[in-house]
């Protein structure tokens, strides 16, 4: 019978071709402990979309012009990293104020959406109001600038044969909303004048087609 096999040799072999199983598992165990930490991580990442922060939304679809009650106006929380420079976040910074122009449902409303009384103060006096005026001719509207001062002349509507009047004199704009995306020509111009003016100029403009003069 032939000499038996080195058994090193065997050894030798053997080892080449058998999986290293301490080396498996301890491959496996630091895989696992790698897994684990990653998932420690992202869970202590800070949220990509920031944290939620509560701010004021329309409650529904709002025109321009209207002053806000609590009824259109909400808190809701949105993504601190989502949200417009100027969003309001409290409702007494809101409610009592006149919406600048045409909101929808769950728009976040900023300080550029609302007006309130400290800017009409400033622009027509202590008591000043803010006016809503739909032009006859829509396009005198892309003349104006906030800040302009102008005149209001009416005439009944429908009938052509009378002759304007003024309705309001020294009106100061304040805002003028932007041209519809959707098409259209309706704009509305937002006008302050002294209380007793305002009110006088609102209702006028209930049954008779205004236009401006600008100073």
Same mark, same amino acid.
């Given at each position: 019978?032939?000499e038996?096999l080195?058994?090193?040799?065997l050894?030798r072999?053997?080892?080449a071709?058998r999986?290293d199983?301490?080396r498996?598992?301890l491959a496996?165990?630091a895989a696992?402990?790698? @897994?684990v930490?990653?998932a420690?991580?992202?869970? @202590?990442?800070?949220?990509?979309a920031g944290?939620p922060?509560?701010v004021?939304?329309a ?12 009824d ?5 929380q949105?993504?601190a990293?989502?949200l417009?420079d %100027?969003a ?7 409610? %009592?104020?006149t919406l600048? %122009? ?7 409303l900023t *300080?550029a959406?609302? +007006?309130?009384?400290?800017l ?13 005026v739909? /032009?006859a001719?829509?396009?005198?509207a892309?003349l104006l600038?906030? %800040?302009?001062?102008v005149?209001? @002349?009416?005439?009944?509507s ?7 009047r003024?309705?309001?004199t *020294?009106?100061?704009?304040?805002l003028v909303s932007?041209k519809?995306?959707?098409g259209?020509d309706?704009?509305?111009v /937002?006008?302050? /004048?002294p ?6 100029l609102a209702a006028a403009?209930?049954v008779?087609?205004?236009? +401006?003069?600008i100073?």
């Amino acid at each position: 019978m032939g000499e038996s096999l080195n058994p090193t040799l065997l050894n030798r072999i053997s080892h080449a071709v058998r999986p290293d199983f301490a080396r498996t598992v301890l491959a496996r165990r630091a895989a696992a402990a790698l @897994l684990v930490a990653l998932a420690a991580i992202a869970a @202590l990442r800070p949220d990509p979309a920031g944290t939620p922060q509560d701010v004021v939304v329309a409650l529904h679809d709002l025109s321009p012009g209207i002053t806000l009650t609590a009824d259109d106006v909400a808190l809701r929380q949105r993504p601190a990293t989502t949200l417009p420079d %100027g969003a309001a976040t409290s409702l007494e910074a809101v409610v %009592g104020a006149t919406l600048a %122009g045409p909101s929808r449902r769950g728009e976040v409303l900023t *300080d550029a959406r609302v +007006l309130g009384s400290r800017l009409t103060g400033l622009s027509a006096g202590p008591d000043a109001r803010i006016v809503p005026v739909h /032009l006859a001719d829509a396009a005198v509207a892309d003349l104006l600038r906030p %800040g302009d001062v102008v005149d209001v @002349l009416g005439s009944p509507s429908g009938d052509s044969d009378s002759r304007p009047r003024v309705v309001a004199t *020294d009106a100061v704009v304040v805002l003028v909303s932007a041209k519809p995306a959707a098409g259209g020509d309706e704009r509305i111009v /937002l006008v302050a /004048l002294p209380m007793a003016r305002a009110t006088a100029l609102a209702a006028a403009t209930l049954v008779q087609s205004v236009t +401006l003069t600008i100073h």
